[in-house]
């Protein structure tokens, strides 16, 4: 369950990452981050409402959930949005993905998991398979090196905030009101930022964007619960790697539904191949 779980937030993630590139060709990545957050928080809330009691937020467990959360989706979220803006699906969501990097590091050093030598060769051909895809090719759409920063910063985001809520679940094993608070949290985070750039008026709001946008929240949200039930049944050095085999499907989605915006190389086809090969080492470990 923890392999269906964690591969089912991966392609929820990849469908999200279409949607959003087809959506920033009208609007911005701060509109569709305010938008997805919101939406993400709505639905979980809405869920909530039908399956659990409010006492179940009344816990101490709560702060690592509001710390994850300002992490990611928050931070590493806007992050991504930014890169995916600057310079595509392709390049961009693979960096971000790098995550397991990170969080298996800290989950060995904070959480004392073990990392095996698969988990460690697993993930190394994921981050070569990044460090592939992160890099320019001909033929492709020229963009800044500077702007490779958003996903980078967005993958230590994502590592940082998977280890706050395995803390969290490992004290308070409920997955729905984890998501539920960490969400809110990502949402909250948004507004704030949004007041200190001028308020709603800053906002991209344009229709067809904003129709993309919602459609990315749904994807998001249905990632966010699935990655928080195989969180809560597995340990993070085997659900963060499974997770970021989204840069996969979303290379695979973009050649299929995005092709008049991203051009899919052969340099890029090998590094997915190489990011495949890690996950199916980290699986089987």
Known sequence: MVEYFSLQAALCF??????IRRGLVTS????????????TALTLWLLTAFFLPLSSFWTPTVGYFIAAGIFAPALGRIFTYMGIERI????????????????SIIA????????????????TLVVLGVVILSRSGAGEAEWRKIDMIYPILASLSFGISANLRKLGLLAENVPLMAATVTSTTGFLFAVALLQTRGGFRSLVLAP??????FAAGLGNTAAMISVFYALSLGRVVIVEPLVAANPVLSILLSAIFLKDLEVITPRVLVGAALTVVGTVLVAVS
């Open 208 to 213: 067809s964007g904003c129709a993309w946008f």
């Open 14 to 19: 990849a469908a999200s990452h279409i949607f």
């Open 88 to 103: 595509g699906v392709s390049r961009s969501v693979p960096v971000s993905n790098s995550s397991p990097l990170v969080a």
């Open 28 to 39: 911005d990545a701060f509109t569709c981050s305010f938008i997805s957050l919101g939406m």
């Open 108 to 123: 060995v050093l904070v959480v004392e998991e073990i990392w095996t030598a698969l988990n460690f060769l697993g993930t």
